[in-house]
């Protein structure tokens, strides 16, 4: 199991939890350091299948995207940052922990 570095403190399991860091490849997964919701929030990009995968780093309620509430978030600045970051890539389908997919992307600005 991988988990953001700052957050495998507050992570309780039997087993080993390996820090994911910016940049890593897990699984052919790009990680992608999107804090805010925790200090240790990661994304993570597919590639091969064009498909970004936003955990909780935003939401798409509606068909509005949005990061979470505040009572949701650690840090407002660091998830706004983050949402940035995510916005700068380059993917055709984005995954969401709330919400439902976006099958067509805008491109990456």
């Given at each position: 199991?991988?988990?953001?570095?700052?957050d495998?403190?507050?992570i309780?399991?039997?087993?080993?939890?390996a820090?994911?860091?910016d940049?890593?490849?897990?699984?052919?997964l790009?990680?992608?350091?999107?804090?805010g919701h925790?200090a240790?929030?990661i994304?993570?990009l597919?590639?091969?299948?064009?498909?970004l995968l936003?955990?909780?780093?935003?939401?798409?309620?509606?068909?509005?995207r949005?990061?979470p509430?505040?009572?949701?978030?650690?840090?407002?600045?660091?998830r706004?940052?983050s949402?940035?970051?995510?916005g700068?890539?380059?993917f055709?389908?984005?995954?969401?922990?709330h919400g439902?997919p976006?099958?067509?992307?805008?491109?990456?600005?």
């Amino acid at each position: 199991m991988w988990a953001g570095a700052p957050d495998i403190p507050q992570i309780e399991l039997a087993r080993p939890i390996a820090p994911a860091q910016d940049g890593d490849e897990i699984f052919g997964l790009r990680v992608i350091a999107t804090p805010g919701h925790t200090a240790g929030h990661i994304s993570l990009l597919d590639p091969a299948g064009s498909t970004l995968l936003t955990g909780d780093a935003i939401t798409n309620i509606g068909g509005e995207r949005a990061f979470p509430p505040a009572p949701f978030g650690e840090d407002a600045v660091a998830r706004l940052e983050s949402i940035r970051k995510l916005g700068t890539l380059g993917f055709e389908h984005a995954l969401f922990a709330h919400g439902v997919p976006l099958q067509q992307a805008p491109p990456p600005r």
